[in-house]
């Protein structure tokens, strides 16, 4: 590809005008810069939002989840005032197409409620439609009942993992789309062979969804243009639904609402005359269809103006352009340079339109957001975020409308955005998650199923760089829930404290810990001031936490560990992984390291009681007097909140149970054995566990994932062990029971064999078959078995009574 040197721009990286808090990489400069706010007041924050057509994946998890994370440090911990806007794009060629197929198919199936030959003849044809189109190296005529030979055998390699051309090149996007296709294309021919044997057999409403893929292009071919395209509402029935689930999706995973939220449709005379002014500037022209593109020659041949600031290697590459001007626009031989760009798009048959000076149109995807933008937060903008896969073209073209619209004429142009801060991708064991490689799990499965949580995906991402591609592998998942773990046990520890002061004296390690707090304070601040290195920061809490648990608990004084607590607290809500709590309430821990609340009464009383009866068990001397005094400590009350009932009657039923067994002078086993049935049963049915701990009391804490993890493991083998023990007992039983068997037979009848023709009085051999006298070595065998065969006989007799 041909190269060009063009000027450089004579923007300049935002100059401090006081010490900065921090650095952040910014995608401008493509380097670190010091964060200087445009105002004391307050930061502006521009952020790109979704476009609602389809639910949200775990990809955009990773663009709004660190985009939150970002957000939140910046005002909590770095404590600027903030005003957070971020879009729902709500027009553009991806919605038009999805609310426009998605409102055909409807029509055609309320139509046709049956599996009838004209359905069966129209999903035939969008069969075939689909793969011309998509899988061109397939036979033209490919039938249905023959497809899955005929992929398996045209695209063996792809299927193989390999790349289209079956070389050693890594499989890529297009391998991707390919293998999209297959799965698109087998889907129907699987629904279309089952119909052609049995379509009474076939329901309906499994035949449409299994060729809705391919009936939805098909259907739009032959209709898209023919619908009432003014009546929105087949768009917005679309985008308020996704819109509404978006926001689901958000709150599920911890993510602060927007301050503001604006939607294109809501735009539309801001839209208008931002064009209008782009217009009057001389950077955009009108083309006889009502379109009207950005004039790229002409914008830059202003002084100051630079276009693709943000990624300049991109901006003659075809595909990206392409895909920025979307799938709608027709190509007009009226531009000016390939390179420029719709920012306003006449609207044809079938797709909605506003009135427009210029006749009924649309905005074009990239002036979506420089007016919205602009609207809100004005001419200059303090940080604007998004996907990297953002940065060109929408992005840069973004840039390049604004500072038209702004334009000022001076020599080093209008700086628009101070700070561009870009996401990095996603990818889940090497594949990158798309919508249109439908390659992805969305944010609501991963969240049902188990697969991830809130907090332990925000950790993953923790752990990554904010503007580094983030590779969800195996390894990864086990690091983020070693370091949740390794913080529920941390925090655990801290809240026992708080609620059983031990009043340790100081001591050289109680100095040590205060010592690495400051120095894990000190790390963390740095880290994040160095363009939010949440990284560094995430190894500086766990290493604090490895020092604490490196010293001996009585020689750390309960202030100092509740100070690390706190501090720890603090971070990880700033951070995003404790919900809607505050930061700087000045408690301690995250949600889930304690029991419900109206446990607790009951519970730690329970505890308490288990933790004196236990110890005197074990000591041998718990008389009536002390079983007394342990539980008159505790009653519980006659009326409970209606959650709190089982665990009221957990702590009436343990007492009742240690009256019955003093009564009757019960042995100290029988205590231990109440107490390990509280453990084991009582509480761990209601999901709390009491740990047992040397020398101290239990540690009350919930039952997790680790926890039941361990007990199944237990579990398992104490079963594997019992059904080992039955195998050997039954054998046993078996091997018993043959050799008592073998005893039904008398002494005196056991050798009357053809192998012998004499025996004596007692039943013993004294000639072999041919009447030969046995030898006398012979005769001393046979006596011993003689012996052993009475004994067996004696045995048997006695078990038949």
């Known amino acids: 590809m041909a190269t060009t040197t063009r000027q450089q721009p004579a923007w300049k990286a935002p100059q401090p005008t006081s010490t900065p808090k921090l650095k952040v990489y910014n995608s401008l400069t493509r380097a670190k810069n010091d964060f200087v706010p445009l105002k004391e007041d307050g930061v502006t924050w521009y952020s790109c939002g979704p476009t609602v057509y389809d639910d949200a994946h775990l990809g955009h998890a990773r663009n709004y989840v660190t985009i939150d994370i970002l957000r939140r440090i910046v005002s909590n911990y770095f404590e600027y005032p903030l005003q957070f806007v971020q879009n729902v794009t709500d027009v553009d060629d991806k919605i038009i197409l999805r609310g426009r197929q998605q409102h055909l198919l409807e029509s055609f199936s309320s139509e046709h409620k049956t599996l009838d030959t004209e359905v069966v003849e129209i999903a035939t044809k969008a069969f075939n439609a689909y793969v011309q189109k998509n899988l061109p190296e397939l036979p033209a005529d490919v039938k249905p009942e023959s497809f899955d030979l005929e992929a398996n055998k045209t695209y063996k390699a792809v299927l193989a993992g390999k790349s289209l051309a079956g070389d050693n090149v890594p499989a890529g996007d297009k391998e991707a789309k390919v293998k999209m296709h297959l799965r698109t294309a087998g889907s129907a021919a699987g629904a279309l062979v089952e119909a052609a044997k049995d379509s009474k057999t076939l329901g309906v409403e499994d035949f449409y969804t299994r060729t809705q893929d391919a009936l939805l292009p098909y259907l739009d071919s032959l209709y898209g243009s023919k619908i009432d395209a003014s009546d929105h509402s087949i768009f917005t029935k679309l985008t308020q639904k996704y819109e509404a689930r978006f926001m689901e999706d958000m709150r599920n995973l911890n993510v602060l609402d927007p301050d503001v939220i604006t939607r294109v449709t809501e735009f539309g005379p801001q839209i208008i005359k931002y064009v209008e002014k782009i217009l009057d500037n001389g950077f955009a022209y009108v083309t006889s269809d009502g379109s009207i593109y950005f004039d790229i020659k002409a914008f830059e041949g202003k002084p100051g103006n630079h276009y693709a600031r943000l990624e300049p290697w991109n901006r003659n590459d075809q595909s990206l352009l392409a895909d920025g001007e979307g799938a709608l626009l027709n190509k007009s031989s009226e531009k000016k340079s390939d390179g420029d760009f719709a920012i306003w798009k006449a609207s044809k048959p079938g797709e909605p339109s506003w009135p427009s000076p210029w006749g009924p149109g649309r905005p074009g995807w990239h002036i979506e957001c420089s007016v919205m933008a602009s609207?809100?937060?004005?001419?200059?903008?303090?940080?604007?975020?998004?996907?990297?896969?953002?940065?060109?073209?929408?992005?840069?073209?973004?840039?390049?409308?604004?500072?038209?619209?702004?334009?000022?004429?001076?020599?080093?142009?209008?700086?628009?955005?101070?700070?561009?801060?870009?996401?990095?991708?996603?990818?889940?064991?090497?594949?990158?998650?798309?919508?249109?490689?439908?390659?992805?799990?969305?944010?609501?499965?991963?969240?049902?199923?188990?697969?991830?949580?809130?907090?332990?995906?925000?950790?993953?991402?923790?752990?990554?760089?904010?503007?580094?591609?983030?590779?969800?592998?195996?390894?990864?998942?086990?690091?983020?829930?070693?370091?949740?773990?390794?913080?529920?046990?941390?925090?655990?520890?801290?809240?026992?404290?708080?609620?059983?002061?031990?009043?340790?004296?100081?001591?050289?390690?109680?100095?040590?810990?205060?010592?690495?707090?400051?120095?894990?304070?000190?790390?963390?601040?740095?880290?994040?001031?160095?363009?939010?290195?949440?990284?560094?920061?995430?190894?500086?809490?766990?290493?604090?936490?490895?020092?604490?648990?490196?010293?001996?608990?009585?020689?750390?004084?309960?202030?100092?560990?509740?100070?690390?607590?706190?501090?720890?607290?603090?971070?990880?809500?700033?951070?995003?992984?404790?919900?809607?709590?505050?930061?700087?309430?000045?408690?301690?821990?995250?949600?889930?390291?304690?029991?419900?609340?109206?446990?607790?009464?009951?519970?730690?009383?329970?505890?308490?009681?288990?933790?004196?009866?236990?110890?005197?068990?074990?000591?041998?001397?718990?008389?009536?007097?002390?079983?007394?005094?342990?539980?008159?400590?505790?009653?519980?009350?006659?009326?409970?909140?209606?959650?709190?009932?089982?665990?009221?009657?957990?702590?009436?039923?343990?007492?009742?149970?240690?009256?019955?067994?003093?009564?009757?002078?019960?042995?100290?086993?029988?205590?231990?054995?109440?107490?390990?049935?509280?453990?084991?049963?009582?509480?761990?049915?209601?999901?709390?566990?009491?740990?047992?701990?040397?020398?101290?009391?239990?540690?009350?804490?919930?039952?997790?994932?680790?926890?039941?993890?361990?007990?199944?493991?237990?579990?398992?083998?104490?079963?594997?062990?019992?059904?080992?023990?039955?195998?050997?007992?039954?054998?046993?039983?078996?091997?018993?029971?043959?050799?008592?068997?073998?005893?039904?037979?008398?002494?005196?009848?056991?050798?009357?064999?053809?192998?012998?023709?004499?025996?004596?009085?007692?039943?013993?051999?004294?000639?072999?078959?041919?009447?030969?006298?046995?030898?006398?070595?012979?005769?001393?065998?046979?006596?011993?078995?003689?012996?052993?065969?009475?004994?067996?006989?004696?045995?048997?007799?006695?078990?038949?009574?």
């Open 375 to 801: 609207d809100v937060l004005g001419a200059n903008i303090d940080v604007h975020s998004g996907g990297i896969d953002l940065c060109f073209p929408h992005h840069d073209n973004e840039l390049a409308q604004a500072e038209a619209y702004w334009s000022t004429g001076k020599p080093e142009g209008h700086q628009w955005i101070r700070y561009f801060l870009h996401m990095g991708h996603l990818s889940i064991s090497g594949s990158k998650m798309s919508k249109s490689l439908k390659n992805f799990t969305t944010i609501r499965e991963a969240l049902s199923t188990g697969d991830f949580n809130a907090r332990g995906l925000r950790i993953i991402f923790l752990l990554g760089g904010w503007n580094q591609g983030v590779e969800i592998t195996e390894g990864l998942r086990k690091q983020a829930t070693s370091w949740e773990r390794y913080l529920d046990n941390f925090f655990r520890k801290a809240l026992d404290v708080q609620r059983h002061p031990t009043n340790h004296d100081s001591t050289d390690q109680d100095a040590k810990v205060c010592e690495a707090l400051a120095t894990a304070q000190t790390t963390l601040h740095n880290a994040l001031s160095d363009s939010f290195d949440t990284p560094s920061a995430m190894m500086a809490i766990q290493k604090l936490v490895t020092e604490y648990n490196a010293t001996d608990r009585t020689s750390v004084t309960d202030d100092t560990l509740v100070d690390v607590a706190k501090w720890i607290t603090r971070i990880v809500r700033i951070f995003g992984l404790d919900g809607t709590a505050d930061p700087n309430d000045g408690t301690i821990g995250w949600s889930g390291v304690e029991i419900p609340e109206v446990a607790k009464e009951f519970v730690f009383a329970a505890s308490r009681e288990r933790d004196e009866v236990r110890a005197h068990a074990i000591a041998k001397d718990l008389s009536d007097e002390t079983l007394d005094a342990i539980i008159s400590k505790d009653t519980a009350a006659k009326l409970q909140d209606a959650a709190a009932v089982p665990y009221a009657e957990v702590l009436t039923s343990f007492q009742e149970s240690l009256k019955e067994l003093a009564h009757r002078k019960a042995d100290p086993k029988e205590f231990l054995d109440l107490c390990d049935k509280l453990r084991d049963i009582s509480l761990w049915d209601l999901g709390i566990y009491l740990e047992d701990r040397d020398g101290l009391h239990a540690l009350v804490r919930p039952v997790d994932a680790e926890l039941r993890a361990a007990r199944e493991q237990k579990e398992e083998r104490e079963r594997v062990k019992k059904d080992a023990k039955a195998k050997r007992e039954a054998k046993e039983k078996d091997k018993a029971a043959k050799r008592l068997e073998s005893g039904k037979v008398s002494e005196k009848d056991y050798f009357r064999t053809p192998e012998y023709s004499a025996w004596d009085e007692d039943g013993l051999p004294t000639k072999d078959t041919k009447g030969e006298e046995l030898p006398k070595s012979r005769s001393k065998r046979l006596k011993k078995e003689w012996a052993q065969q009475k004994k067996l006989h004696e045995e048997w007799l006695a078990s038949q009574g």
